[in-house]
């Protein structure tokens, strides 16, 4: 795992995506681009990826714009909200994590899983 600073580095400097990855095989999840899979390998969090994919057959988000942020307790619990725009739709609990950053938002674009400065 990357350092802090590090982490924070590739969420600063990723410029527009180049390509887009598939994170499963099951239809409906969505894709991610180049700067989300580096960061997902930097920070080990994949598994963020996968609590966003989860969700996605909610009716309730909107597939064209939603927000995701994952926020990290000092106890190492932390929580992923998922909201369409500014309205929470998502909260699921996450009991331990070793995610170095205490906060982080994603974006999801007609399917499309990316970092802030992606979009």
């Not at 095989?25 to 894709?31: C, Q, S, T």
């Not at 307790?73 to 725009?85: E, P």
């Not at 699921?92 to 399917?111: C, M, N």
Request: glycine share 6%.
């Amino acid at each position: 795992m990357k350092t802090k600073q590090e982490i924070l580095d590739i969420l600063n400097s990723t410029p527009n995506p180049e390509g887009y990855h598939a994170i499963s095989p099951i239809p409906g999840y969505p894709v991610a681009t180049d700067g989300v899979i580096v960061l997902a390998e930097a920070a080990g969090c994949h598994w963020l990826l996968d609590v966003i994919g989860s969700h996605q057959r909610d009716k309730r988000l909107d597939p064209s714009f939603q927000v995701w942020r994952l926020e990290v307790s000092k106890d190492k619990s932390a929580t992923v909200r998922g909201y369409n725009d500014t309205e929470l739709i998502v909260t699921q609990s996450i009991a331990v994590t070793d995610f170095p950053l205490d906060e982080l938002k994603l974006f999801v674009i007609d399917g499309v899983i990316m970092l802030p400065s992606e979009y």
